[in-house]
């Protein structure tokens, strides 16, 4: 039995991270306030904002560690042609 291959294109998948939750964690302590006590939505906002600047930084990181060119040994997928139907 032959081994399969090695594969010629690499999957680049995202660390996993805390920032989208502590983003919506921000934005649900804003509401809060808006409704109970005003320091609640200061320090949500805080949260939120810097959490999404970090967010936004990380991922900066992400795509700028990607591979601009692969080189691949699989044809693109062919476009499909439609035929006239009687």
Known sequence: ????????????????????ALVALGLAA??????SWFPYSIAGGLIAIGSLIVWLRTN????????????????PIP???STPRD
Do not use: C, H, N, W
């Open 1 to 20: 039995m032959s081994q399969p291959p090695d594969p010629t294109e690499a999957l680049y998948l995202p660390k996993a991270t805390a920032f989208p």
């Open 79 to 81: 476009l499909s042609v």
């Open 60 to 75: 900066r990181a992400e795509i700028a560690r990607m591979p601009r060119r692969q080189r691949t040994d699989t044809s």
């Open 30 to 35: 804003v509401i809060v306030g808006l409704y």
